[in-house]
C-alpha cells in the first residue's frame, strides 16, 4: 500500500500551493484522508481531514480559513490548497489514511502514512 505526497516547494509569505495526494494499490475515493505536517524540531501536527462519508472536511485551527481539502474520484487524487501561507506552515506534509474509516472521527490514529513533501515558506 503506497500513498505519495507531492507539490511541495519553496514559495514566499502570503502565496499558495496545492499538494497531492495519489495511491497506487487503491482507490481513496473510498476513505478518509487526512493530512498531517512534521516541521523541523516538533511533532506531528495534524492539519485536516476530508470525509468520504458525507464530504464533510475538519481543519485545524492553524490553518482553518487557509487551507481546504478536496478530490478529484477520476484522478485517484486527494489536494491539500494552501493559501496565505505563513513561514510557519514551513514542514513535511504527509496524507494518511487507515483503509477502513469513510469518516474523521478516527484521523489521529490514520496508520497508513506516505512519503511526505516539502513545503518551506520563506519570510
Known amino acids: 500500500v503506497q500513498l505519495q505526497a507531492s507539490g511541495g516547494g519553496l514559495v514566499q509569505t502570503g502565496g499558495s500551493l496545492r499538494l497531492s495526494c495519489a495511491a497506487s494499490?487503491?482507490?481513496?475515493?473510498?476513505?478518509?484522508i487526512g493530512w498531517w505536517r512534521q516541521a523541523p524540531g516538533k511533532e506531528h501536527e495534524g492539519v485536516g481531514c476530508?470525509?468520504?462519508?458525507?464530504?464533510?472536511?475538519y481543519y485545524s485551527p492553524a490553518v482553518k480559513g487557509r487551507f481546504a481539502i478536496s478530490r478529484d474520484n477520476a484522478k485517484n487524487t486527494v489536494y491539500l490548497q494552501m493559501n496565505n501561507l505563513v513561514p510557519e506552515d514551513t514542514a513535511v506534509y504527509y496524507c494518511?489514511?487507515?483503509?477502513?474509516?469513510?469518516?474523521?472521527?478516527?484521523?489521529?490514529?490514520?496508520?497508513?502514512w506516505g512519503q511526505g513533501t516539502l513545503v518551506t515558506v520563506s519570510s
Open positions: 494499490e487503491f482507490s481513496l475515493t473510498n476513505y478518509a
Open positions: 476530508l470525509a468520504v462519508s458525507d464530504g464533510s472536511s
Open positions: 494518511a489514511t487507515d483503509l477502513e474509516s469513510v469518516d474523521c472521527s478516527a484521523w489521529g490514529a490514520f496508520d497508513i
